[in-house]
Structure formats: structure tokens, C-alpha cells
């Protein structure tokens, strides 16, 4: 069986996946002899069996044109290359919810080959009408993946789509697991990039107010685009955070807060993932992410529906978790869950 592996969109937009298309790349490497598609030097350690075919990522382009630049030759890439290795199928790790349909016009059978992986395209095309009237024309005529079972559900529920095109694959998880609570330093991290700013405005406002995090001996440490702030217990990074730094607030914090936006809706969040393969409660807020979360896994995923409600649960740390829900949530997203459910995908299809 052979398979194509490619990133629609330009390489600035989906930076943040490599971790997650190196797992997938890894998985997929096992079942089939795999083709990816890339920028130079994209991914490292890739399996040697993997063949690597790298495309200019136009950075002497700007905006729009580079924008559609490189989509447009990831597609035209892709069709070569399945003219000179007729693939069994396409997966494309992300898309352009407008330039699938160019592709899907390009690429033969695409109705039973190409598998299209949903990030935030579900919210885009929910927000956008012309998006949405795109994605109704195309919708059945191409294979789905979803990073969880209630984004699939609502593809089939209010598109009408047949379950037999739409699949979902949990999200992998990151590789340091820390079930050792009493070492943790963090009574609280929240370092997604989607955070919400309001949320954290009001915490440094909070703070240079009254000095709750200081007076109640919390440590807590947030994200912020625009903000910055450290008393050694409210600390707000601005900045960029490297792998390994990240990998330490979550793996030595007590919880891990989700502060979300409302038009977060049906998008999977690596931040949730990282955050309970490392035996952290999760709070978030008041989104169908957290919503269907909490439903799942009640004792480790947490809803507050402002900061107060947030602020009463910091401090009475009133937790009570059953280990036995860490433990479920592990087992459907590790390895070998995730690889199972690829083999289902493309190996035992029908």
C-alpha cells in the first residue's frame, strides 16, 4: 500500500504540527511505504524507509502570494508524484478550505483516495458564508479525519455526512508523562497560544490589585500575546517558549488552565492532550472542547464559567480525581491506540 503525506498550507501556519505529523509520519511508515512531501529539513529522525520529497517554501513571496504560491504547488506537487507512484491514498495533514476543491478536481478518484485532516477548518468554514457554501459542494466527495469522536459527530450531524467517510483519530500524545503530583512546582499553567487575552488581562489587573496569587502562595504561569508580568507567583510570558521549557510547566503543574475563546468550537487542543498524559487537571472554560471533555473524563476536566469560578477552585484545590479516568484518556490516545485506529482507517476499510 502506498500513501502520500502532505501539509496544504504554508509552512509558518503549520509550524506548531511537527511533533504531531512526525508521530503520525512515524505510524503511517509501519503500513505502508509512504511518500511526504515537505520544505527542506521540515522534519528530522524520519524513518530511513520514508522517501522525502522537498518543495521551495516561496519565502521570497509575501502575503497572499505566498499564501497560494505554495498551496498551489503542494497540489501540483502532489498530482506529479501520484502520476509517477499511483498512491493508494492522499492524506493531506492540512488544507485550504477553499484550494481542496482544485485539488480535488485535479486528483483522480479523489472521492475514495484524498483524506483531508481537520484542524480549525471546521470553525473557519463555520464562520465564513462563502466558506461554508465551499464546503457544502465538496464535503461528500472526500474523506474526513478528525482529532476527536464530537468534531466527527457534528461533520455528520449538520452536513449530513455518510459515518463511512468521516474518521476519527485521537490525538497523540506528547512523550513525558509525570505521575508524580508532589513534586510539581505550578499549582496552575495555562500556555496555549489560543488563550483567551481578556482572561489574562484580568489576571495581572487582579493582581496588581489585590495580590490574590501572592496572598493565597499560588504559583501560577499564563500566555500572552501583548502581556507580561512576573511577581514570582502570577507570572505571564510573552515570548516564545522552546520545546523543552514547555514540556516543563506542564509536566510540574498541579492543573492546567484552558482559557479559551467562544468561537473555539469544533477543534482538538494538543494543549488538553499534553496536559492529562501528564496527570493534569484540566479547567477550562465554557466551549464544546471542554463541554464534551467533561462529560468523558468528569473528575479531570474542569469547567468555570469566570474568573471567580476559577479562583475558588485554585484555592480550595478540591480535585478528587479518579485515577482510572488519566488512565482511560492514556490508553485511547497512545501509540499503539492511534496506530490501531489508522490500520481501521486504511488498511480494514468497509
Known amino acids: 500500500m502506498k500513501i502520500l503525506f502532505a501539509n496544504m498550507l504554508e509552512p509558518m501556519i503549520v509550524k506548531g504540527h511537527r511533533n504531531f505529523d512526525s508521530k503520525i509520519i512515524n505510524y503511517l511508515s509501519e503500513i505502508s511505504e509512504l511518500v511526504v512531501v515537505c520544505p527542506q529539513s521540515w522534519y528530522v529522525d524520519l524513518p530511513g524507509i520514508v522517501k522525502v520529497y522537498n518543495i521551495s ?31 493508494d491514498y492522499i492524506l493531506f495533514e492540512s488544507f485550504e478550505n477553499y484550494l481542496i476543491v482544485y485539488a480535488l478536481f485535479k486528483i483522480r478518484n479523489a472521492r475514495t483516495r484524498v483524506y483531508i485532516m481537520h484542524h480549525n477548518n471546521v470553525d473557519n468554514i463555520e464562520s465564513n458564508i462563502k466558506a461554508n457554501m465551499m464546503f457544502k459542494l465538496y464535503c461528500k466527495r472526500v474523506n474526513h479525519i478528525t482529532l476527536d469522536e464530537f468534531i466527527s459527530n457534528h461533520l455528520i450531524d449538520i452536513y449530513g455526512l455518510n ?16 505521575k508524580n503530583s508532589l513534586t510539581r512546582v505550578f499549582d496552575c499553567v495555562g500556555i496555549s497560544n489560543s488563550n483567551e487575552e481578556e482572561w489574562i488581562e484580568e489576571f495581572i489587573k487582579l493582581e496588581e490589585r489585590e495580590a490574590w496569587f501572592l ?4 504559583k501560577v504561569v499564563f500566555r500572552s500575546r501583548f502581556n507580561k508580568f512576573d511577581n514570582g507567583f502570577l507570572k505571564v510570558i510573552k515570548e516564545y517558549i522552546k520545546d523543552e521549557d514547555y514540556l516543563y510547566y506542564y509536566s510540574n503543574a498541579k492543573s492546567v488552565f484552558l482559557p479559551f475563546p467562544k468561537n ?32 468523558k473524563y468528569p473528575t479531570i476536566c474542569k469547567k468555570v464559567k469566570d474568573i471567580t469560578d476559577f479562583l475558588r477552585f485554585l484555592e480550595k484545590e478540591e480535585y478528587n480525581v479518579k485515577e482510572s479516568e488519566f488512565n482511560d484518556f492514556i490508553y485511547e490516545h497512545s501509540d499503539q491506540s492511534v496506530k490501531n485506529v489508522l490500520n481501521s482507517i486504511f488498511i480494514n476499510r468497509g
Request: charged share 15%.
Open 215 to 218: 496572598n493565597h502562595n499560588k
Open 264 to 295: 473555539f468550537h469544533y477543534r482538538m487542543s494538543g494543549s488538553l492532550v499534553d496536559s492529562i498524559s501528564n496527570y493534569s487537571v484540566v479547567i477550562g472554560t465554557d466551549i464544546p472542547l471542554i463541554n464534551w471533555f467533561s462529560y
Open 57 to 87: 517554501n516561496y519565502s521570497n513571496l509575501s502575503g497572499r502570494r505566498s499564501y497560494y504560491g505554495y498551496t498551489f504547488n503542494i497540489i501540483n506537487c502532489v498530482c506529479r508524484l501520484d502520476k509517477l507512484f499511483d498512491f
Open 163 to 178: 459515518r463511512k467517510i468521516v474518521h476519527y483519530i485521537p490525538h497523540p500524545m506528547c512523550n513525558t508523562l509525570n
